[in-house]
């Protein structure tokens, strides 16, 4: 034991906070602190990440994987190529534990168990951005590249290496499921590398910030030229429809060059007029609106425990069944929550949205149904 060295760091998953960092063994033997300054090619610090997406899907550790050769064809720059990955010891184990393939880093189990998951299901997992932005990557011919969710660190990194001309960085305000909010590093960040910043306002829009405005208003930083504002005009505005909001430049662009608009039939005038008054109305009112949707808040917080910054309520069950049962069970009480399953979320929620709507008695009366099932 006296030779074995090794790092270990312990983070709060909530918060991200480091509660304890040790960097080896014997500061006395030895000074350099692996914990910080050593340094592993990207794939064996990543596999963890793979096998956590594996754990969320229902794989267990004595989950059985393939750890044999394969050869996978794909095309670079209209050639077609053959990657061929290999094991470090080159030596290949057949059918090998889950736990056994993390514990000895086997190349081609984790390979095959990415292929046997889902590439886009592990993508969904650590960039958690909203399917339809998702979606819209695939209408043009721009490389994408998904970050960690949420992670200013792992966001830089791949802006310092990057050798595009234009950057896009595309975030939600409140992000949809997870209910968290957009971290102001990652709006530095846009400005720092002159990137633009496409802010999904969908959840915060009507419901953050002094003036209800959504995420820049919350962190009170003014609106630049580089940034675009999109969201829609349901939810907190109660019609139909959804809004762009930009520079001059980059709406006339978008008026001519976007076929999702071109092509889509516009929102009526009652429509438009209705977000029009509704937007009026949390301008005029954002002060009482503030104050009651902190109300709303202590409610979620004082009976399931859970701090909100919106008004979007993930409550994680982790059991398909159970979720469906808990729905059902609010729906013959008259109130419907969602049931949110895979591959929307890795694991499964019910998802309450606290609408200003809804009395403060019946959203009481809604967590503590949901939070009797908990038990």
Known sequence: MDKLNGAMVSIEPSTGDILALVGGVDYKKSQYNRATQGRRQPGSAFKPLIYQVAVDLGYSGASQLVDIARTYDYELDGEEKK?????????????????????????????????????????????????????????????????????????????????????????????????????????????????????????????????????????????????????????????????????????????????????????SLFDTALGQVSLEYILGNSKELNIQIKEYQEIVKDVLCIKIEGLIVPINIG????????????????????????????????RLIARLGVSKEDLLRVCNLIQANLR
Do not use: C
């Not at 990657?83 to 056994?100: A, H, M, Q, T, V």
């Not at 808990?326 to 929620?349: C, F, H, K």
């Open 83 to 267: 990657w061929k990955p290999k094991n470090y010891g080159k030596d290949y184990k057949g059918f090998i534990s889950l736990r056994e393939a993390l514990v000895h880093s086997r190349n081609l189990a984790t390979i095959n168990l990415v292929t046997d998951i889902g590439l886009t299901t592990v993508r969904r997992q650590l960039s958690k951005y909203h399917a339809s932005g998702v979606m819209s990557t695939k209408l043009n011919d721009a490389k994408t590249t998904y970050f960690k969710h949420n992670d200013a660190d792992a966001l830089e990194t791949l802006l310092k290496d990057s050798k595009a001309k234009r950057k896009v960085i595309a975030v939600e305000g409140i992000y949809s499921m997870d209910a968290d909010l957009l971290k102001i590093e990652i709006i530095h960040l846009a400005d720092k590398y002159d990137a633009l910043l496409i802010l999904d306002e969908a959840h915060s829009s009507g419901v953050i910030g002094k003036n209800l405005m959504g995420i820049l208003d919350y962190y009170h930083l003014p609106v630049k030229q580089n940034y675009i504002k999109m969201g829609t005009l349901g939810k907190a505005y109660g019609s139909f429809g959804a809004y762009i909001l930009g520079s001059s430049h980059i709406i006339d662009y978008l008026i001519n060059r976007a076929k999702p608009i071109i092509y889509a039939t516009a929102p």
């Open 319 to 350: 059991d398909n069944v159970k979720v469906m049962q808990i729905q059902a069970e609010l729906m013959n009480e008259n109130y419907l929550v969602g049931a949110i399953r895979q591959p929307t979320v890795d694991s499964a929620i019910i």
